[in-house]
């Protein structure tokens, strides 16, 4: 039965060569450690997929107040159902995305993947950093300790002191002159709209551009 619905499911959505398109890739021949290099993407987007799920059960409860903010966390942690595991589990996982994501690009550069005819591929994967980046900075904010608060000060600061258009970056990020109410939303807004929205954008491109290069093979020795 489960074998004529996804059948009939087929014929109506073509999910099958969607699969075969994204997900049966032929992964260059490698043996040892340099074959798990290859999983550092996959992994980058599994992650990306936790961040978003318990992002949206962190928002669920979520109050981006100064007022409120900082006690609707301790509220998840304490009064919603599996709250802490799932704050622990977002908190954690956004770190192990810049490490994985980092490794990814480290991967691509010292096996001169990055190389003809691969360049956009790889300028989305740099674009992507950015935004992960970004996710971990305006996210940083948003517990609004002391931790988070003067943390946030220092990096907007180091944001006004770019040439020319520094005080017009701190001023868009902290919504005028000091950090307040403005920043916290703003920041909530990056973080849950437009952040995700950039991501999902480069994404998109990035694994179109995978699939219609294919995936670069392992640099071996001239000898060899």
Do not use: C
Not at 46 to 64: D, E, H, I, K, R
Not at 91 to 105: E, N, T
């Amino acid at each position: 039965m489960i074998a004529k619905f996804l059948s009939e499911l087929d014929e109506r959505t073509g999910w099958k060569k969607v699969k075969e398109a994204l997900l049966d890739r032929r992964i260059p021949e490698a043996s040892g450690w340099q074959a798990w290099l290859y999983t550092l993407g996959s992994a980058s987007l599994l992650l990306f997929a936790v961040q978003a799920l318990t992002g949206m059960l962190l928002a669920m409860n979520y109050v981006p107040s100064p007022d409120h903010a900082y006690d609707s966390i301790r509220y998840i942690e304490r009064e919603v159902l599996l709250g802490s595991f799932v704050r622990g589990l977002h908190h954690w996982g956004a770190s192990f995305m810049v490490v994985i994501v980092a490794l990814h690009m480290l991967r691509v550069f010292f096996m001169g993947a990055y190389k003809y005819p691969r360049e956009g591929t790889w300028m989305a994967g740099v674009a992507l950093f950015m935004v992960v980046m970004g996710f971990s900075f305006t996210g940083y904010l948003l517990p609004w300790d002391q931790k988070a608060y003067w943390a946030t000060a220092v990096g907007t600061n180091i944001a006004a002191q770019v040439p020319t258009l520094g005080p017009y970056i701190g001023k868009v990020l902290k919504g005028g002159d000091v950090l307040g109410a403005l920043t916290l939303s703003r920041f909530y807004a990056f973080h849950v709209l437009v952040l995700p929205a950039l991501l999902i954008l480069f994404v998109g491109l990035h694994l179109f551009l995978v699939v219609w290069h294919g995936i670069s093979e392992t640099p071996r020795r001239k000898d060899q």
